[in-house]
C-alpha cells in the first residue's frame, strides 16, 4: 500500500496525465482520433521545446521569463529575412539570434548577477520591443520562394507522426540524454542544488548558467521558426504568456522551482497534461474558452496539492 | 602604495554605496532633464499630475508586492487580482447579476473581500502547504484571469455618470486630483507601517532568515498570510481605481502586465529579490521611472515599442548598479 503511494506521489505528473486522457476518451469520443491526437501533438510541441528548456533553466536555480517574447520576434525575423530566399539564412540565422539572446540572459545572470527574474523580464521587454518595432503590431508576411516552402514544413509528416512533433521529440531525449549521462547535465543540478559547493567543486557555474539560458533561446528560436512555418507569416504579438505555461508544465511536472531536482520526463507530462484539458475544452464546444483557465489553474492546484500534501503530513505528525 | 591602493578602494566602495542608495533618484532625475530639454511642455504643473495619475497603479500595486518579496517571496497574481476587482465591481455596479443589490458601495466591498480571498489562498498555500510562491501565484494568476473573464462574460463593462467614476476624475481645490492623495496615503501607510510596527519588522525578519524569524517566536505562518492578502487587496484597489479612470473594466487587459511593472519596480528600488530590508521610497521612484520612460517615448514622437526596450535595458542596469558588489 505504502509502495502504490510512493509511486503516486513520485509519479504524480505521469498519474494525472494518464488519469486526465482515460477521462478525455471517455468522456469525449472525438478525442481519441488520430486526427485530433496528431493536432494535438502538433500544436503542443512548440510550448514543448520551450518548456524543456525551461526545465533545464529552473534546474540550475533559474527562472527564463523571455521564452514567448524571444519566439514571436524569431518568427519576426524568420519573416523579415525571407526575402533573401536563401534557406540557410532563413533557417540557421534566426536560431543563431535567439540563442545571442539567451545568452545576453545568461550572461546577465551569471556575471553581473543580476536576479534571474528580473533579467529575463529586461530581455523579454526588449525582445517584445523589438519586433513591434520590426512590425508595428502588424503580421509580418513572407515573401518570395519561402512562401511556397516555409509553411509547408509545418504540415510536413513522417511516418503517423508530424514532423514538427518529431524535432520536439528529438530536442527532448538528447537533453534527457545529457542531463542523465553527461558531465554537463550533473553540473546543472549541482548548481541548483547548492551553488557554491558546486563552485568548491570546481565546476564552472557561470559557464553552466550561460549554457543553459543560451539553451533556452535556442530552444525559442526554434518554436518560433516552427510559429512562422505554421502561422505563415511573423507574429509579433503572439506567444503572451507563453513563459507563464511553461513554468506551469514544470511546476506539474514536479521540479522544484527552486532548483536542483526534477527531470525533463515529467515537464512532458505537465505540457500534455496542460494540452490535453484544452482539447476537451475545445471538444465541448459549449464551454466558454476562459473557463479553459479556470479548470487548469484548479488542476494544477491539484497536481501541486498532490506533491506536497504527503510533506505536510509528515511535517504535522513530526 | 598601500595606502593609495586602500583608499581608491574606500572610495569605490563609496561610490558603490552611494549609487545603490541614490540609483534610483538619479535615473529620476535624468529622465526629467531629459524630457524638460526635449520639451517645453514637460515643465507644466499638469504633466506632473499626469505623471503622478498614470504611475497610480505601478506605485501602489509596487507597495503591495515589496511587502511580498521583502518578505521572501513573489506575487505574480496581482494583474489578474485587479482584473477581478475591476469586472466584480463593474458587474455589480451594472446591476447584471439580479441577485446582487446593485450599488457601488456593494460592489466596491465585493471586489476587496474576492481579492483578499485570492490573497489568503496565495498565503495559505505558500505559509502551510510550503508551495514555492511563484507556482501558487501562477495558479492564481491564471485562475483569477479566468475568473475576470467569466464574470465580464468577456466584454469590456462600461460604466458613466456614477459616483465611482467621479473618484478617478475629480479634483480638489488646487487642481489636485484625488487619486494622488489616495497615493499619498498609501506611500505613509507602507512606510509607517514597514519601518514603524512589529508587523514590518517581522515581515523583513521573515525574509532575511525564514528559519531564525521562527526560532525568535514570529509566527511566519501568520505573517506570510497576511503579506500575500495586503498584496492582494491593494491590486484591489488598483484595479478598481484603474477602471474608475477609465470608465470601463476590460477582463482581458486590465492589469495586464501589471505584476511585472510591480516587480521591476522594487527591484529598480533596491529591494533585494531574496527578501529582507524594504526601500519604501527608491520603490516610489523607480514605479514612476517606469512610467516616465513610457511618457518620454510619447512625448517625443518615438515609436512605441521603443520604450519596451528602453525598460528592459533599465531595468537591467539599474538592478546591476545597485545590486551587492560584495557578493
Redesign the interface.
Known amino acids: 500500500m505504502s509502495k502504490i503511494k510512493s509511486i503516486i506521489v513520485k509519479q504524480s505528473a505521469l498519474v494525472a496525465l494518464i488519469v486526465i486522457f482515460i477521462i478525455a476518451c471517455f468522456f469525449y469520443p472525438l478525442f481519441h482520433t488520430w486526427t485530433n491526437l496528431y493536432n494535438l501533438l502538433r500544436q503542443n510541441s512548440m510550448i514543448g521545446l520551450i518548456a524543456v528548456a525551461m526545465t533545464m533553466v529552473i534546474l540550475t536555480g533559474g527562472?527564463d521569463?523571455s521564452v514567448g517574447a524571444v519566439c514571436s520576434m524569431i518568427s519576426v525575423i524568420a519573416a523579415y529575412l525571407s526575402f533573401t530566399e536563401n534557406p540557410l539564412i532563413i533557417l540557421v540565422l534566426p536560431l543563431l539570434i535567439g540563442t545571442f539572446f539567451g545568452f545576453m540572459n545568461g550572461f546577465?545572470v551569471a556575471k553581473?548577477?543580476?536576479?534571474p527574474?528580473?533579467?529575463s523580464?529586461?530581455?523579454?521587454?526588449?525582445a517584445?520591443?523589438?519586433s513591434?518595432?520590426m512590425t508595428?503590431?502588424e503580421t509580418m508576411h513572407i515573401s518570395g520562394a519561402p512562401k511556397e516552402w516555409l509553411p509547408k514544413i509545418a504540415k510536413q509528416s513522417v511516418g503517423p507522426l508530424p514532423l514538427i512533433f518529431l524535432i520536439f521529440f528529438i530536442f527532448a531525449i538528447i537533453f534527457i540524454y545529457i542531463l542523465k549521462y553527461r558531465k554537463f547535465g550533473r553540473e546543472i543540478y549541482a548548481v541548483g542544488g547548492n551553488e557554491d559547493a558546486a563552485k568548491m567543486m570546481g565546476i564552472r557555474v557561470d559557464r553552466v548558467k550561460i549554457m543553459v539560458y543560451s539553451i533556452s533561446g535556442f530552444a525559442s528560436a526554434l518554436a518560433g521558426l516552427i510559429l512562422v512555418s505554421r502561422a505563415g507569416t511573423g507574429q509579433p504579438v503572439a506567444c503572451n504568456g507563453w513563459e507563464?505555461d511553461a513554468?506551469?508544465a514544470v511546476?506539474i511536472g514536479g521540479t522544484?522551482?527552486?532548483g536542483g531536482s526534477g527531470k525533463i520526463q515529467t515537464t512532458i507530462f505537465g505540457v500534455f497534461i496542460l494540452a490535453i484539458i484544452g482539447n476537451m475544452i475545445n471538444l465541448q464546444g459549449n464551454v466558454?474558452s476562459?473557463?479553459?483557465?479556470?479548470i487548469?489553474?484548479?488542476l494544477?492546484?491539484v497536481v501541486?496539492?498532490m506533491q506536497?500534501?504527503p510533506?505536510?503530513i509528515r511535517?504535522r505528525k513530526a | 602604495m598601500a595606502d593609495a591602493k586602500r583608499e581608491s578602494g574606500i572610495s569605490r566602495a563609496a561610490v558603490n554605496a552611494h549609487l545603490k542608495k541614490f540609483g534610483a533618484l538619479y535615473a529620476f532625475l535624468i529622465l526629467i532633464a531629459i524630457n524638460s530639454i526635449s520639451n517645453r511642455n514637460f515643465l507644466a504643473v499638469n504633466t506632473f499630475w499626469n505623471l503622478l495619475i498614470q504611475a497610480f497603479p505601478i506605485i501602489i500595486t509596487s507597495l503591495g508586492m515589496l511587502f511580498v518579496i521583502s518578505g521572501g517571496g513573489i506575487d505574480v497574481s496581482v494583474g489578474s487580482v485587479m482584473a477581478v476587482a475591476g469586472a466584480l465591481n463593474a458587474v455589480i455596479m451594472n446591476g447584471i447579476y439580479p441577485f446582487f443589490p446593485k450599488s457601488i458601495l456593494f460592489g466596491v466591498i465585493m471586489a476587496i473581500v474576492v481579492a483578499g480571498l485570492f490573497g489568503a489562498f496565495n498565503g495559505v498555500m505558500v505559509s502551510v502547504f510550503k508551495m514555492q510562491p511563484i507556482v501558487v501565484t501562477l495558479t492564481t494568476y491564471i485562475i483569477a484571469r479566468g475568473l475576470a473573464q467569466l464574470i465580464a462574460n468577456g466584454k469590456i463593462l462600461s460604466f458613466s455618470n456614477t459616483p465611482f467614476n467621479a473618484i478617478g476624475i475629480y479634483r480638489l481645490p488646487g487642481n489636485i486630483p484625488i487619486q494622488v492623495l489616495i497615493e499619498l496615503l498609501f506611500i505613509i501607510v507602507t512606510a509607517f507601517v514597514l519601518k514603524k510596527t512589529v508587523f514590518g519588522y517581522q515581515v523583513q525578519a521573515i525574509g532575511e532568515n525564514a528559519q531564525a524569524a521562527k526560532l525568535c517566536g514570529i509566527r511566519t505562518t501568520r505573517v506570510r498570510i497576511m503579506i500575500y492578502v495586503i498584496s492582494s487587496l491593494i491590486a484591489a484597489v488598483a484595479g478598481l481605481l484603474v477602471s474608475s479612470r477609465t470608465s470601463a473594466a476590460d477582463p482581458t487587459n486590465l492589469g495586464a502586465l501589471a505584476e511585472m511593472d510591480a516587480i521591476a519596480s522594487v527591484a529598480i528600488g533596491g529591494t533585494s529579490m531574496s527578501g529582507g530590508k524594504a526601500r519604501i521610497l527608491t520603490t516610489v521612484i523607480s514605479a514612476m521611472i517606469i512610467q516616465l520612460i513610457t511618457i518620454t517615448i510619447n512625448m517625443n514622437n518615438i515609436h512605441y515599442a521603443y520604450a519596451r526596450v528602453m525598460k528592459g535595458i533599465i531595468i537591467i542596469l539599474a538592478v546591476y548598479i545597485q545590486q551587492d558588489k560584495s557578493r
Open positions: 527562472i521569463l546577465v553581473m548577477k543580476v536576479a527574474i528580473i533579467a523580464l529586461g530581455i523579454q521587454l526588449i517584445r520591443g523589438i513591434l518595432v508595428s503590431g507563464m513554468i506551469a511546476a522544484s522551482l527552486e466558454n476562459w473557463w479553459q483557465q479556470i487548469t489553474g484548479i494544477l492546484i501541486l496539492m506536497v500534501i510533506g505536510w511535517n
